[in-house]
């Protein structure tokens, strides 16, 4: 009996934008289910009382929490925008090839604004209002 043939590898397909920014979209959500436990955590330190809140304090600052909550920055605003995109998409707007690929670099474009705006709100312009 002669070999099966095998399935193509994912190497053999080209770059897509589509998948890309699909991929990228679930990843983005599964950053956030992770991070929240840390923001149900800061919540319930809030909740607590000013010993909590103290803890809390000590622990969520220090020096490996912010690249944390820069990620989880990024990861939000990125899923963010890909849902809105997402939403176009289902009003039927925005599926042509040349519409779909410019949506998705506008996705990453809007998402990195928005993070560097809310990491700058958060740490320099917060730490401002100290």
């Keep these: ?12 397909y080209k770059f897509k934008y589509t998948l890309t920014t699909s991929i990228l979209n679930r ?22 009382g000013a ?8 622990v969520l600052s220090l020096p490996l929490m912010r690249p944390l909550f ?7 605003s990125y ?13 039927g707007r925005g599926l042509e090839r040349k519409q779909s690929e410019r949506s998705a670099w506008l996705v990453v474009g809007v ?4 993070a560097l705006l809310v990491a700058y709100c958060a740490w320099l312009a917060g730490a401002r209002a100290l």
Excluded: C, E, K, N
């Design 1 to 12: 009996m002669p070999p099966r043939p095998l399935s193509p590898h994912l190497s053999v």
């Design 27 to 48: 990843f983005a959500g599964l950053a956030l289910s992770l991070g929240l436990p840390l923001l149900v955590y800061w919540l319930l330190a809030v909740a607590g």
């Design 51 to 58: 010993q909590a809140q103290a803890r809390a304090m000590r």
């Design 70 to 76: 820069a990620a989880l920055i990024l990861a939000f």
């Design 79 to 91: 899923h963010l925008t890909a849902g809105i995109r997402h939403l176009v998409w289902d009003t």
């Design 111 to 114: 998402s990195l604004a928005l």
